[in-house]
T-cell receptor, first 110, second 114 residues
């Protein structure tokens, strides 16, 4: 049974720092992996989608990598800003459904 | 840019009542999904729907739940007799294809059962 874990559960950093969020999954047979952002009480904003054949995707200050064989993905945020404060979720797709991790709650201090 | 919409944004209902949550997927999408997120917990898959049939469902999706595409644009989730533990945020999603295609999520409906 696929399980998705995100470490750390919470992270607090000063503005301007580069940071890495981690996502691990137990079954490497996935079609893709997606990173989302969720603000408190709000919906899911898609950040990056990485197909199983890809190693990384970039969008602005965000870079996501995927190592399927080791069951790991990282989300790198460059030059963090207070507006980046949110919960970041990773989700893997093995069949029709996404399986989500528990998220990393990020706070960027001004 | 096309987006998935959901109504209502917040629904309050009494235990035992039936509720219908509505979603309008992106117009050329063929695959539809419902997920839920209990406060403070993971987003959990409920059901996927394609060609007017359920293609996959989780253990959560028991006989109290049903889905329907009543017309060419809406996709609904019905909970027949709500329980307190059904209180959650319910997300609808849609995709143009399966497996390798991105799922686009709606803003969610917050269901509160009292």
């Amino acid at each position: 049974k696929q399980e998705v874990t995100q470490i750390p559960a919470a992270l607090s950093v000063p503005e301007g720092e580069n940071l890495v969020l981690n996502c691990s999954f137990t079954d490497s047979a996935i079609y893709n992996l997606q990173w989302f952002r969720q603000d408190p009480g709000k919906g899911l904003t898609s950040l990056l989608l990485i197909q199983s054949s890809q190693r990384e995707q970039t969008s602005g200050r965000l870079n996501a990598s995927l190592d399927k064989s080791s069951g790991r993905s990282t989300l790198y945020i460059a030059a963090s800003q207070p507006g980046d404060s949110a919960t970041y979720l990773c989700a893997v797709r093995a069949t029709y459904k996404y399986i989500f991790g528990t998220g990393t709650r990020l706070k960027v201090l001004a | 840019e096309p987006e998935v919409t959901q109504t209502p944004s917040h629904q309050v209902t009494q235990m035992g009542q039936e509720v219908i949550l509505r979603c309008v997927p992106i117009s050329n999408h063929l695959y539809f999904y419902w997920y839920r997120q209990i406060l403070g917990q993971k987003v959990e898959f409920l059901v996927s729907f394609y060609n007017n049939e359920i293609s996959e469902k989780s253990e959560i999706f028991d006989d109290q739940f049903s889905v329907e595409r009543p017309d060419g644009s809406n996709f609904t989730l019905k909970i027949r007799s709500t329980k307190l533990e059904d209180s959650a945020m319910y997300f609808c999603a849609s995709s143009v294809g399966t497996t390798y295609y991105e799922q686009y999520f709606g803003p969610g409906t917050r269901l509160t059962v009292t």
